[in-house]
């Protein structure tokens, strides 16, 4: 972990309560809680970035072509032909 930066934060009765019970139970400080939970929610944004920018391109890419799955092979070939213009 690097440098670390001083805020000043504000929770509720409950919020504070369950931190605090939460530090208790895992041998930590609260501040080590809090840091853990920004680090999940870093980790979900993330995740979640890279599944959105994923499914962008689904369908994006439409060739027209109804039978890919059962002649792939075919389709592949002839663009390897067509790129060492073999065709």
């Known amino acids: 972990m690097g440098h670390m930066r001083r805020v000043q934060l504000q929770f509720s009765d409950e919020q504070a309560t ?3 019970a939460r530090a208790a139970a895992a041998g930590e400080s609260i501040a080590a ?3 853990a939970a920004v680090d999940a929610q870093r980790d979900t944004d993330e995740r ?3 599944i959105d920018a994923a499914l962008s391109v689904v ?3 439409r060739s ?3 039978d890919v799955s059962e002649r792939h092979d075919d389709y592949l ?3 390897i032909e067509e790129r ?3 065709r």
Do not use: D
């Open 18 to 20: 369950y931190l605090e």
């Open 59 to 61: 369908g994006k890419y």
């Open 33 to 35: 809680v809090v840091r």
């Open 84 to 86: 060492l213009g073999l």
């Open 77 to 79: 070939i002839e663009a």
């Open 64 to 66: 027209g072509l109804t």
């Open 48 to 50: 979640r970035r890279r």
